[in-house]
């Protein structure tokens, strides 16, 4: 290596010897909890959380995001196979995903 580059990264405090880690709260800011393309969907008999981030009209915002959805909307808008798909992915995760927006 060339001593100008050697200099330079030793002098530069990203580069330095020390590596300070990012506090917990720094690295997890947000979580599902906290998005507003997670939302509950209302059944018959039970009531769950999913994330609509992957459904078209709320991500390109032809339709407002609620708190709370009834199922059957939900079927008319996707259809049966895709709301599956949406229900078996999961549920929370503790960091959001990178299409994350604060409930307002």
Known sequence: MDSK??????????YSRKM????TSEKFKNSCQE???????VGH???????L???KAYQKRHKRVPANIEIMDLILLLGKEKLE??????????????EFEERI
């Open 53 to 55: 981030v992957e459904v």
């Open 85 to 98: 798909s949406l229900l078996g992915k999961g549920g929370q995760h503790l960091m959001a995903c990178g």
């Open 35 to 41: 998005c507003k393309y997670y939302v509950e969907v």
């Open 45 to 51: 008999h039970e009531t769950r959380k999913v994330c």
């Open 5 to 14: 580059i050697r200099n330079y990264y030793a002098n530069n405090h990203l």
């Open 20 to 23: 300070i880690m990012p506090a």
